[in-house]
Each structure stands twice: as structure tokens, then as C-alpha cells.
């Protein structure tokens, strides 16, 4: 398209253009250096702290990563374990550690061409003893809860302990249907009690005794059909009665597992490919059944599949 006078258009929309530019030079100018600036301030602050940043973070992860290099190259593994819960844990006649938990911390080592270290803790301090690094993992019967799993990390379940019902093999009890035929102990307000109380029917003929040994006494003399206990108890009581007991239901049930801290995966790996071989080639069943006369839970070995 061309003016009246014979001019182009587009040129001179062009020429408007830049004079418009010009007229305004100095404010551009007066922007573009303000953003050098403040360009060559970010390059000045931010590189040297994102290459900290990056630093630190790669430092973690190689610290994370290498743990379980650091466990090989000790060559010795910090195995916590409990000595006051038999018969998953325990103390032999030589005052060292026995049970379950000893026994599988024993196939850990063996299995992993490692060193055994035991570190002797209670309950409370097993947490607080791994997160200051004085055991590498705990085997030594932590159950698996949401809180804890807040603190550490687990493997896949290598125990099981349960609340069940005791009583006399011939004794035809087996669901929750059966309660109300038969007297039932419990110890009283404990968790057995609450457990017991939860599934059983109306009907049910509760008994409470004032502990454990006061409940099985009662059914070892016939005051009542059968008794609420854990597991451990249950299993002891078997051993010093064989063939006369079994467990007739089971209440409820908390898996325990080998435990570490959250910043261990490699470690992690491991564990649990250990859990996985030897509930596999049936290891893990042998040494439970060894000390609580009892085949290793189902539910442990369903955890490994």
C-alpha cells in the first residue's frame, strides 16, 4: 500500500517506531542496566550457594549410599539385641545371648561373611541406640507400628508375636463362635484382656485373674477352660507341659522386623534380601521353631513372597 504522497506506509509506521525509541532511550537504557546489575548480583550470591547446596547434598547421598561398604569394611556387624524376653530373647548358662533373636543375628553374620557384635539393650533403648549409631540394626523383636516408622526404617518381617488362647489340646475351640461355650482367664485391664474382649461374643465367660500366672494357674487346675497370654508365655508354657497344650485361636498379631536407621537404603536392600533367602529355604522356620516350639507365622512368611 502506498500514501497519497507516494511514501510507504510500512516505512513510515518503521520511522515512527524508532523515533518513538529514541525519544524514550533513556528509560530503556536505565532498565537494562538495572538488570545487569541485579544479573550480576544473583551470579554473585546464588551460584556459590546452589554449588554448596549441590556439595552437601551429593555428601548425604554418598553417606547414605556407602553405610553398608562402611558395616563390609569394618568387617564386623553391631547386631543390637534384648536379653529379658524369652524365649525370643534371652541369656544362655555363659550370660550371652540366646533365643530367637540371637540365633537369627548368628545367620545374619554368617550369612553376610561378617563378624557377630552384640549390643545388649532394653526395650526403651533400642531406638535411641541405633539413631546414635552404637548397633548398625536391631534384631531384636521391634514390632512394626506407624509411629516407629516415623524414627527408623524396617525390613520385611523376620518374627511374629501374637495375644492368643491357651489350652487343652483336645479342647474344641478355634473361632471366636466357641468362646461362649467355655471359661475363658484373662489377666485383668491388660492387653490380652482388651483383645480377647474385643472379638468375643456376647455371652462369653470371662474370668479375670489378677496377672498371667495367676490366669494360667487357673487353667492348670482346671478353674478355667482356657487362658488369654502372649505368645512367648504360650510357648513356655508348652515346653514345661509337652503334647498337653496348643494354641487355640489367636487374637491378634504384631510382625517384627530387622531395623535400621531411615538413611540406610543399601543396608535396607540387604536386610531384607536375607529375611527373603532364608524364610525361603526354611532357616528362619528352624530357629523358631527351635525356641518357641512353634512354626514361623504365616504371615511372616507370606511378607517374603
Known amino acids: 500500500m502506498v500514501s497519497a504522497a507516494g511514501a510507504p506506509l510500512v516505512g513510515t509506521a518503521v520511522l515512527s517506531s524508532l523515533l518513538r525509541f529514541f525519544h524514550h532511550k533513556n528509560d530503556f537504557k536505565e532498565i537494562f542496566m538495572r538488570y545487569s546489575s541485579l544479573s550480576r548480583l544473583l551470579k554473585r550470591v546464588l551460584v556459590p550457594v546452589i554449588g554448596s547446596l549441590l556439595v552437601v547434598s551429593a555428601s548425604a547421598s554418598f553417606a547414605a549410599d556407602s553405610y553398608w561398604q562402611t558395616v563390609k569394611d569394618r568387617g564386623t556387624i553391631k547386631v543390637g539385641v534384648l536379653v529379658d524376653w524369652p524365649p525370643y530373647a534371652g541369656s544362655n548358662a555363659q550370660n550371652q545371648p540366646a533365643g530367637y533373636d540371637a540365633d537369627v543375628a548368628q545367620l545374619l553374620a554368617k550369612d553376610l561373611g561378617l563378624k557377630l557384635q552384640y549390643v545388649i539393650m532394653t526395650g526403651p533403648n533400642r531406638i535411641p541406640f541405633l539413631l546414635t549409631d552404637k548397633a548398625d540394626v536391631l534384631v531384636a523383636s521391634l514390632a512394626i507400628t506407624p509411629e516407629r516408622e516415623k524414627q527408623v526404617q524396617f525390613s520385611i518381617p523376620y518374627s511374629a508375636a501374637s495375644m492368643v ?50 490366669a494360667l494357674q487357673a487353667m492348670l487346675v482346671g478353674q478355667v477352660d482356657a487362658v488369654g497370654t502372649s505368645s512367648v508365655i504360650a510357648a513356655d508354657v508348652q515346653k514345661r507341659f509337652p503334647g498337653k497344650y496348643k494354641v487355640l485361636y489367636v487374637v491378634n498379631e504384631q510382625l517384627m522386623a530387622i531395623t535400621m536407621r531411615k538413611d540406610r537404603p543399601e543396608l535396607l536392600k540387604v536386610m531384607n534380601q536375607f529375611v527373603k533367602t532364608n524364610v525361603e529355604n526354611g532357616k528362619l522356620d528352624a530357629l523358631f521353631q527351635k525356641s518357641l516350639n512353634t512354626p514361623l507365622p504365616q504371615s511372616v512368611v507370606q511378607a517374603a513372597k
Open 165 to 214: 488362647l491357651l489350652g487343652p489340646k483336645n479342647l474344641k475351640l478355634s473361632t471366636p463362635a466357641d468362646f461362649p461355650k467355655f471359661k475363658i482367664g484373662v489377666p485383668r485391664a491388660s492387653t490380652t484382656d482388651i483383645g480377647v474382649s474385643k472379638v468375643a461374643p456376647p455371652g462369653t465367660n470371662l474370668r479375670r485373674f489378677d496377672d498371667d500366672a495367676s
